[in-house]
């Protein structure tokens, strides 16, 4: 089968290759589009991940890990940035875009890649990093474009379209080789395929990732090789095996199917990303729930999506021991944003509601470093390039907002401010251990949210006008995080 190979070979002010040495490990990234915590490491007894819960099980995976923005450009220009959004652009997918995509090479590095290239890394990207599918920047129906959304950060940036021809295609690609927009949104937001791995674009970013790892382990040069996987996000695509793991019957519906008590309407969202596909079974709406038959099939398909992609990170691990360098790479797996599976009567990211904004973390060191097991600190995206160049002996190339969880991991005291801040829909998010606290900046009422997640897990109660005292304070903590970006 014919193939298109998107390959960029980037040379700019990045330093030269330095030798392999024990206190510069390689770091394996993988992220994963759409994935809320709904693995068996966490607690899920339905959802089959063995591959994930394995390397959870062999280093730490975090409990309580909150993005800053519940869409993926945002959430990922926060995680390669260290930093809080502070304008409109930057709680928006076209951030890269708008930011870093043609703009010449400055002192100051464009990405937490960016650093680790300056610093000797032989950089690899690999599917979906930043926001573009190929890490370039054009439309959903567009011909894939030549301007880089992070044009000094990768050597190589890599990506297989199999059939779909190009990069938004695959992503919104069916089996056939027809995409979302191919069939004019003529399609339904899941699909069980009669094909094997290799005929969804997972199984191809894997392949990829695997060649990928045979050429690092002949290099003598640390690297960073970021894999980008689709599954599962919409649609809700797996080969036909992955959907026999699962009995439907047993999949389970959301806790509170509509909206939590004493909110407004406009604190949710109408799933218009899932309702753009035409040919779904039913619509949604805020008022009008999907049936408990429909929503089971969806839970089905998201289920057979995360097994699907849990066997493609299988895949890669396995590659990672069978060439050695799992003896010094740093392995991590994040989600990118959460995703309401029908909780409080959405379908879909977009919301400042815990279902949105917790996501999967999950890190592996080399060696015996690992706190081993889950870690119930609160961490922020934005944590993570501060702690991977300390891990790394690489210098922070500027001042962050995140900051390193290392040794909060390392059972250091709680010094009061071990909360995470989010950002969307006019708002502003504060979550500490017990609580979340929401500010809207908006004319509908309640502008204010307090759930307590020890009573009320779910957030299916809004407590602030019933507990002024919690909200009194935590308004200053959640001020705090106030970058101007809503006023």
Wanted: charged letters at 20%.
């Amino acid at each position: 089968m014919k193939y298109f190979l998107l390959l960029l070979s980037l040379f700019s002010l990045s330093g030269k290759g330095i030798p392999r040495k024990p206190d510069r490990p390689n770091i394996l990234f993988l992220a994963i589009d759409d994935l809320r915590p709904d693995l068996g490491i966490y607690g899920n007894a339905v959802v089959q991940s063995p591959n994930i819960d394995g390397l959870a099980s062999q280093g730490m995976h975090f409990t309580n890990h909150y993005v800053q923005v519940p869409t993926c450009g945002a959430s990922r220009s926060a995680l390669l940035t260290g930093l809080r959004p502070r304008n409109g652009v930057q709680i928006n997918n076209n951030v890269f875009e708008k930011q870093t995509a043609g703009k010449p090479e400055t002192t100051r590095p464009e990405s937490l890649v960016h650093q680790l290239r300056r610093n000797g890394y032989y950089t690899v990207g690999i599917g979906k990093i930043s926001h573009a599918v190929d890490g370039r920047v054009y439309a959903y129906d567009d011909a894939p474009g030549d301007v880089m959304e992070l044009p000094h950060s990768w050597n190589e940036f890599l990506f297989n379209p199999g059939k779909w021809k190009d990069g938004w295609d695959a992503f919104f690609g069916y089996a056939s080789g027809e995409s979302r927009q191919t069939l004019e949104g003529k399609v339904a937001p899941y699909e069980r395929g009669n094909v094997d791995d290799m005929g969804y674009p997972d199984g191809l970013t894997a392949a990829l990732a695997i060649e990928q790892l045979k050429k690092c382990s002949k290099r003598d040069q640390p690297f960073f090789l970021g894999v980008g996987f689709f599954k599962p996000h919409l649609p809700f695509t797996a080969p036909d095996a992955y959907w026999n793991l699962y009995n439907r019957e047993a999949m389970p519906l959301a806790l509170s199917r509509t909206a939590p008590e004493g909110v407004s309407l406009a604190s949710l969202q109408n799933s218009s990303e899932f309702n753009s596909y035409k040919s779904g079974d039913e619509q949604v709406t805020l008022q009008h729930p999907l049936s408990e038959a429909y929503s089971k099939k969806l839970v089905h398909a998201y289920y057979a999506a995360i097994s699907y992609v849990d066997a493609q990170v299988g895949k890669v691990l396995d590659e990672l021991k069978r060439t050695g360098l799992d003896k010094n790479t740093i392995v991590v797996l994040w989600g990118d944003h959460g995703w309401h599976l029908g909780d409080h009567g959405v379908w879909g990211k977009h919301t400042l509601f815990e279902y949105s904004l917790k996501s999967p973390l999950i890190i592996k060191l080399p060696g015996k470093r690992n706190a081993k097991g889950a870690i119930g600190n609160v961490i922020e995206s934005i944590d993570i390039f501060p702690t991977l160049l300390e891990w790394c002996n690489v210098p922070l190339p500027y001042a962050m907002d995140g900051r390193s969880f290392t040794e909060r991991i390392n059972n250091k005291p709680n010094n009061g401010e071990e909360v995470a801040y989010s950002y969307f829909n006019k708002g502003i998010s504060l979550r500490t251990d017990r609580y979340r606290l929401t500010k809207y900046f908006r004319k509908q009422e309640p502008a204010i949210e307090l759930y307590d997640h020890f009573a009320d897990p779910g957030e299916q109660r809004n407590i602030a006008a019933s507990a002024p005292d919690v909200v009194r304070q935590l308004m200053p903590l959640l001020e705090k995080g106030n970058t101007g970006l809503y006023k």
